[in-house]
């Protein structure tokens, strides 16, 4: 197809190649910034999950909150020749209504922590690390999960209004299997997030990249739509790569500029 002033698809000349073989050496004659630069980059400006230290405090809670429930029920529920001290500790106040009331405030505690660790494992997924949040996707849960489970045996217990001495030993019962399961979880919690801030990891695309460029042997992740993969898993993995792609594009360009302040 022709136009009045010649061909409307004109081969490019030589002229045209000289030109793009000149820009391609410009840019090439530029400095380049080595992967290595960029992880170390990256690794520096890694953030820290303080979680740990909130599991730590939490599990030592439940353990004291036990123990002195295991003291209460002897020696006010069960009256084993503490009356006069229990009374003056606890007034008109019930031991076993003390016990109920403190296993409530420690449910809300627990919930506090779950919603702490929901933000800070939402910033972390953000920042890249889409698998480490899906690893702890269900363990983060667990110990709400154990604390609410726990708060229905009790509520099933106190409304079946059992012997004063049965109801005690129920209630001692609940507290402990519940203790037995959720410490176990949240010190194992606390062992896989200080590991995580210990490695500090560049995020999951950059160490995908930084293996294909290093391994001829390693497979190349794909980020479309398969058949055996999700529609949730095909939009995060795409979303973790849009957030690493911006904070790629930011180390670039500090770079960029720290050299061309350099020259």
């Not at 009045?4 to 002229?15: N, R, V």
């Not at 809300?108 to 480490?132: D, E, P």
Request: a neutral charge; proline letters at 4%; aromatic letters at 6%.
């Amino acid at each position: 197809m022709e136009t009045k002033e010649g061909p409307l698809y004109a081969p490019a000349g030589p002229s045209a190649d000289m030109t793009r073989s000149l820009e391609e050496d410009s840019m090439v004659d530029g400095p380049l910034i080595s992967a290595d630069a960029l992880h170390s980059a990256i690794r520096r400006e890694f953030q820290t999950i303080p979680t740990p230290y909130h599991a730590g405090l939490l599990s030592l809670l439940h353990v004291v909150y036990v123990v002195l429930s295991v003291c209460l029920a002897v020696l006010c529920v069960m009256k084993v020749g503490q009356e006069e001290v229990c009374a003056s500790v606890l007034g008109k106040v019930q031991g076993d209504s003390v016990i109920v009331f403190g296993k409530a405030i420690l449910w809300v505690l627990v919930l506090l922590f779950t919603g702490c660790m929901q933000h800070h494992h939402s910033r972390a997924r953000s920042r890249g690390y889409l698998r480490f949040y899906r690893e702890m996707q269900g363990l983060k849960h667990l110990p709400f999960t154990v604390h609410s489970a726990g708060n229905v045996l009790l509520l099933v217990v106190l409304a079946a209004r059992l012997q004063t001495q049965v109801e005690i030993y129920m209630l001692l019962i609940v507290l402990g299997l519940e203790l037995l399961v959720a410490v176990p979880c949240l010190l194992y919690y606390t062992v896989k997030v200080m590991r995580f801030n210990r490695e500090r990891a560049a995020p999951d695309v950059s160490q995908e990249e930084h293996s294909r460029n290093f391994s001829v042997t390693s497979v190349p992740t794909e980020t479309g739509f398969r058949e055996c993969s999700s529609l949730e898993e095909v939009v995060e993995k795409q979303a973790d790569l849009i957030e690493y792609l911006k904070q790629h594009n930011t180390l670039l360009s500090k770079r960029l500029l720290n050299l061309t302040a350099q020259h």
